[in-house]
Antibody, heavy 122, light 110 residues
Framework: EVQLVQSGTEVKKPGESLKISCKGS????????IGWVRQMPGKGLEWMGI????????RYSPSFQGQVTISVDKSIRTAYLQWSSLKASDTAMYYC???????????????WGQGTMVTVSS | QSALTQPASVSGSPGQSITISCTGT?????????VSWYQQHPGKAPKFMIY???KRPSGVSNRFSGSKSGNTASLTISGLQAEDEADYYC??????????FGGGTKLTVL
């Protein structure tokens, strides 16, 4: 079974750093683009960026460029989303998802993780 | 890059058909046949429903169909059922080699 399993709920203070994870299984992890999507409370989906585990090629939404870092460790089949200094406005659910077809970032997200809730509050 | 434009809400009675529109520009929806649609029930992760404008993944009911004309894509749900009540999001590949989502549409089954 193809699965993406994300790390658990996080509660952090403003200014703290954070790295959340997304572990893939049941497919050839290095060959499929994998991305991150933000959903703020009560709001819609926002595309943040994607990474190709095979060579770590990365694309960012202009809205998130410089605000977060997407990385991958293909040896343990895990993608990451990290912040160096969290803000209250980063409070949201974060989903990872993989693309449908190998090496094709133009194709849709087919499999989604269960989501990681991040709460940033003083 | 701006979000694609979707109606905030649509509604229909069981058995009816509804259509959700998704309007972008020539740099996204109009420029590529890489439009996808996702269904999200409250508290759940999104589910992949349509890709490449009109293709249905295996396991998705044939009551769901997609189309595109110019800069506007559409999702049609026929034979509306209670379990179709959810939020629906369109998404498109863009000329910047990124993706953009629509603002989402809440479907209410009356």
């Amino acid at each position: 079974e193809v699965q993406l399993v994300q790390s658990g709920t996080e509660v952090k203070k403003p200014g703290e750093s954070l790295k959340i994870s997304c572990k893939g299984s049941g497919y050839s992890f290095t060959n499929y683009w994998i991305g991150w999507v933000r959903q703020m409370p009560g709001k819609g989906l926002e595309w943040m960026g994607i990474i190709y585990p095979g060579d770590s090629d990365t694309r960012y939404s202009p809205s998130f460029q410089g605000q977060v870092t997407i990385s991958v460790d293909k040896s343990i089949r895990t993608a990451y989303l990290q912040w160096s200094s969290l803000k209250a406005s980063d409070t949201a659910m974060y989903y990872c998802a993989k693309h449908l077809i190998p090496a094709r970032e133009e194709e849709a997200f087919d499999i989604w993780g269960q989501g990681t809730m991040v709460t940033v509050s003083s | 890059q701006s979000a694609l434009t979707q109606p905030a809400s649509v509604s229909g009675s069981p058995g009816q058909s509804i259509t959700i529109s998704c309007t972008g520009t020539s740099s996204d929806v109009g420029g590529y046949n890489y439009v996808s649609w996702y269904q999200q029930h409250p508290g759940k992760a999104p589910k992949f429903m349509i890709y490449d404008v009109s293709k249905r993944p295996s396991g998705v009911s044939n009551r769901f169909s997609g189309s595109k004309s110019g800069n506007t894509a559409s999702l049609t749900i026929s034979g509306l059922q209670a379990e179709d009540e959810a939020d629906y999001y369109c998404s498109s590949y863009t000329s910047s080699s990124t993706w953009v989502f629509g603002g989402g549409t809440k479907l209410t089954v009356l």
